[in-house]
């Protein structure tokens, strides 16, 4: 059995063996069952994964918060992306923009949700416009078959249960300002999924005027923070004083699990997060 095999059998066994942890940490409406498959699926189709580049405890590591955000490793609602850090190749949970709009619809207090990207040939042929003020109000008409031109910005409009209405427009001059200054702006999300970046932005902006959640303001903390609120080693069982109790409870019962399981080339390091927005650390590079 090649090298692949072996490194693939090993994170997919330890990924099923955390299955009980797993099962702590998610909310009622995910079967653990299924997220565990698709976590499953997620590592097997990431050669650096296969390949064990990547620091096995940071799989772990990302799939657990990404179970305690109660979002599915799906490419739709998280992705695993890895980076390259001090310590070497690291896995790291993203939440993706279907992730983040099901976190926002479920803190209760929002109706509807919307989101568009704004091209020069739409302003210009006056099928966007953005008013602010008194009677604020927000009209889009997209170019479905024709030239659109260059994307100028991207918009949010949140309705919520009592009628009112949150908007929000970034430019580009905003949209490069947070990509700036995201360790990522140069290779990774930034230039593979720039649409998805930029919507996930003003997305994070017209969340800071809409009522909160808990689970939807540690999504976007996770972005802030150089150092991730969910942050465990299996193999030392040590966990960040910071966390919820909730949290650190699941995080640590992975102990038993990885450690029994840790493959013999695996050596202790501190497990690293790299954040995908607000992040200012140029020596950390994503693949």
């Not at 095999?5 to 994170?11: E, F, G, P, Y």
């Not at 657990?64 to 890895?82: F, H, N, S, T």
């Not at 699941?250 to 695996?266: F, G, L, Y």
Request: proline letters at 5%; glycine letters at 6%.
């Amino acid at each position: 059995m090649s090298t692949t095999q072996n490194q693939q059998l090993t994170v997919a066994d330890t990924l099923r063996k955390m299955e009980p942890q797993f099962k702590l940490a998610l909310p009622d409406h995910i079967k653990t069952e299924r997220f565990t498959r698709i976590a499953v699926s997620a590592v097997n189709s990431n050669p650096d994964i296969l390949k064990g580049d990547v620091d096995q405890r940071s799989v772990m590591n990302a799939c657990m918060k990404a179970a305690q955000d109660g979002l599915v490793i799906d490419g739709r609602e998280a992705a695993l992306v890895v980076f390259y850090t001090k310590n070497g190749k690291q896995a790291q949970y993203m939440p993706m923009v279907a992730g983040i709009l099901k976190k926002m619809r479920n803190s209760g207090d929002i109706a509807n949700i919307s989101y568009g990207l704004v091209y020069r040939e739409e302003w210009k042929q006056g099928k966007f416009e953005y008013i602010k003020g008194d009677n604020e109000s927000l009209r889009h008409e997209p170019i479905l078959f024709e030239e659109k031109g260059e994307m100028i910005g991207v918009y949010s409009v949140v309705t919520l249960k009592d009628g009112s209405k949150v908007r929000e427009f970034m430019d580009m001059k905003q949209i490069e300002k947070v990509r700036n200054v995201s360790r990522s702006k140069d290779k990774g999300p930034w230039v593979d999924w720039f649409d998805e970046m930029a919507v996930k932005s003003v997305l994070r902006k017209v969340a800071k005027l809409c009522p909160s959640s808990a689970d939807l303001d540690g999504i976007f903390k996770s972005d802030d923070e150089d150092e991730p609120a969910e942050s465990f080693n299996p193999v030392t069982g040590e966990v960040a004083e910071q966390q919820p109790r909730r949290r650190q409870s699941a995080a640590d019962r992975v102990k038993s699990t990885v450690s029994q399981n840790e493959p013999e080339n695996v050596t202790p390091s501190n497990v690293i997060d790299a954040d995908i927005i607000d992040e200012t650390d140029d020596e950390d590079l994503p693949i």
